[in-house]
């Protein structure tokens, strides 16, 4: 018979292969709701930290548990565990020749001769490095300030952040548009990725907007067009080029970034970068993703201020999709397999039409990977996208 001790330690380590199942689970999981949309946006982010999990526990397993019918369940976890670990594992060397492929074929397959080697020198020198995931992206110094005022629409102090080489010079500028439902979020989300591009030798101006519900579209639009004004016009006060200009969006701040680059009358932009945005608000209206954690109708109605019923001309508006009428500049989109807000099909939509249009377009896909996956700045999607990104951004701002 176990002593007390000895039964306590055996729950103990059925515990953990329970908890290194659970956590593996999501891998795979679509979320139902946005409390679990958490774990499944960073399980195959953090997917070697669970590998080991689950190998510490089956060892565990192995020489702490006695009892036979405990010890083989605990070792079905783990095994489900690590099988789901080794899924994501597997498929990066096959993902980074997928998406090396894909920039070939959008941008040409000598592009990286394009970008002069002073530039390739800064960048990172393999998609995805073990390294780096355990001890984190090194991020070098820059300049770096905070709380600019660029605009005060209807009295709303608008903000911008701004990251700068350590030395003085002149530099192409990267304008930053955070995501967040067009409902919340601010200039300081994503510091990391700002902080790494702008030691890369760029100066990143992040930006803020107005919030739906209580401004609808298209304020949002119009403050990002404003910023712009304000950076084209201040461009010298911080080291920026206006002419070689590209802008950056997650999620909603893609969408912005997209409607604010494709206009008629915008501002020279040399490209454009789309991380998981919307690009078709009536489809996703039509067709909501399944499960829908974010209940994407409800925020399409407080984003346009109705329903598409009611408001089916300003969804048209509303849609980067429908801005195809004239050149536009080199997109690079980035989207995941997995993603349940902003699904991938649509991301593919809008590159089948920038390509079909004789516009230069990359479409880049994660199969793993959830909305938001970046969140985990040095975990294996963003490892990747960052890879690729950079490439994209040295390629349209230094190209030869």
């Known amino acids: 018979m176990l ?7 055996l729950w103990l380590v059925f515990l953990l292969s329970f908890i290194s199942l659970f956590l593996s689970s999501w891998i795979i999981l679509p979320a139902p709701n946005m409390f679990l949309l958490t774990l499944a946006v960073g399980a195959p982010e953090v997917s070697p930290w669970l590998f080991l999990l689950n190998s510490l526990s089956l060892l565990l397993s192995f020489f702490y548990i006695r009892r036979r019918k405990i010890r083989r369940l605990s070792f079905i976890f783990n095994l489900i565990g690590l099988l789901l670990c080794a899924w994501v594992l597997v498929n990066i060397p096959l993902t980074e020749i997928q998406m090396d492929k894909d920039m070939k ?11 002069p080697v002073q530039i390739r020198a800064k960048m990172q020198t393999h998609p995805f490095n073990l390294v780096n995931f355990f001890g984190g992206i090194p991020l070098e110094k820059t300049r770096y300030q905070k709380d600019i005022i660029f605009a005060s629409p209807a009295g709303v102090p608008l903000k911008m952040e701004v990251y700068q080489p350590p030395e003085v010079g002149k530099y192409p500028a990267v304008v930053v548009i955070y995501g967040g439902a067009w409902q919340y979020g601010n200039p300081h989300a994503n510091s990391e990725f700002n902080q790494y591009i702008a ?29 712009l004004n304000f950076i084209r016009k201040n461009a010298a006060a911080y080291e920026a080029d206006p002419e070689r200009m590209v802008l950056i969006g997650r999620s909603a701040g893609a969408h912005l970034a997209m409607l604010a680059a494709y206009q008629p009358d915008a501002p020279p932009i040399r490209a454009v970068v789309n991380y998981y945005g919307p690009v078709n608000l009536p489809g996703g209206y039509k067709t909501p993703p399944f499960p829908d954690p974010i209940n994407t109708r409800a925020v399409l109605k407080a984003f346009m201020g109705g329903s598409l019923e009611e408001l089916p001309n300003q969804y048209k508006i509303a849609s980067p999709i429908n801005y195809l009428t004239h050149p536009l500049p080199p997109t690079l989109l980035i989207y995941g397999s997995r993603d349940h807000l902003v699904e991938a099909r649509f991301g593919r939509q809008m590159y089948e039409r920038l390509d079909n249009s004789g516009n230069t377009a990359v479409f880049l896909q994660i199969p793993w990977a959830e909305h938001a996956f970046d969140a985990v700045f040095n975990g294996v999607s963003n490892q990747l996208a960052l890879y690729h990104t950079e490439r994209f951004l040295a390629w349209a701002l230094f190209k030869q």
Request: no cysteine.
């Open 3 to 9: 002593s007390k001790p000895k039964i306590v330690l």
């Open 105 to 115: 074929q959008g941008l040409g397959a000598n592009y990286l001769e394009k970008i």
């Open 199 to 227: 030691h890369q030798g760029y100066t990143v101006f992040a930006i803020d907007y107005r919030h739906a519900p209580k401004y609808q579209f298209p304020a949002q639009l119009d403050d990002v067009r404003t910023a």
